[in-house]
T-cell receptor, first 114, second 113 residues
Framework: DTGVSQDPRHKITKRGQNVTFRCDPISEHNRLYWYRQTLGQGPEFLTYFQNEAQLEKSRLLSDRFSAERPKGSFSTLEIQRTEQGDSAMYLC????????????FGEGSRLTVL | DQQVKQNSPSLSVQEGRISILNCDYTNSMFDYFLWYKKYPAEGPTFLISISSIKDKNEDGRFTVFLNKSAKHLSLHIVPSQPGDSAVYFCAASDSNSGYALNFGKGTSLLVTP
């Protein structure tokens, strides 16, 4: 399967714990995005990488959120000191340089904070 | 603030008929518009897009119309098929931050046999 893969698919954690999500994009895609989707809403943009450079991070929800893409391949999204309001679906997407806007999404990582 | 609005949470259409999904936007800087389809337990899948220099784009059974003066776009599906039943998201971006898509809340389409 050459699509975008995300791991884990579902994470249940207690408030205050740290969580990390991993995303493996389509191999030839140099752009990688993280979105968040809550119930009844559309995806909400969080951050964006072009290769290993994080070109936009001002829309990360708080300083508890951070993302990395150390070698320009896979990416991680970390949420520190989780809160119940962080419960959501975290979507990763990738795209090629030639088709701006046409994102290929993974199936998402669902976070439940108890 | 919601810059992309899909005011119909749901739509039911008979198989073979036309489905029309609507979307309004408020940001006049948006110049690229897309529709995504989402099945349960899957990520959104790109369906069709349109640039602001066009007013229509067609791909098989799917056509997107853009009315810039009204800040309105619509997705037409003709003929509708049961497999089209999904949530449809409208999205928009501007050239300054084209990497960030702004999504609507989605419209759930049900196509009945």
């Amino acid at each position: 399967d050459t699509g975008v893969s995300q791991d884990p698919r579902h994470k249940i954690t207690k408030r205050g714990q740290n969580v990390t999500f991993r995303c493996d994009p389509i191999s030839e895609h140099n752009r990688l995005y993280w979105y968040r989707q809550t119930l009844g809403q559309g995806p909400e943009f969080l951050t964006y990488f072009q290769n290993e450079a994080q070109l936009e991070k001002s829309r990360l929800l708080s300083d508890r959120f951070s993302a990395e893409r150390p070698k320009g391949s896979f990416s991680t999204l970390e949420i520190q000191r989780t809160e119940q309001g962080d419960s959501a679906m975290y979507l990763c997407a990738s795209s090629s340089r030639y088709r701006d806007g046409e994102l290929f999404f993974g199936e998402g990582s669902r976070l439940t904070v108890l | 603030d919601q810059q992309v609005k899909q005011n119909s949470p749901s739509l039911s259409v008979q198989e073979g008929r036309i489905s029309i999904l609507n979307c309004d936007y408020t940001n006049s800087m948006f110049d690229y518009f897309l529709w995504y389809k989402k099945y349960p337990a899957e990520g959104p899948t790109f369906l069709i897009s349109i640039s602001s220099i066009k007013d229509k784009n067609e791909d098989g059974r799917f056509t997107v119309f853009l009315n810039k003066s009204a800040k309105h776009l619509s997705l037409h599906i003709v003929p509708s098929q049961p497999g089209d039943s999904a949530v449809y998201f409208c999205a928009a971006s501007d050239s300054n931050s084209g990497y960030a898509l702004n999504f609507g809340k989605g419209t759930s389409l049900l196509v009945t046999p």
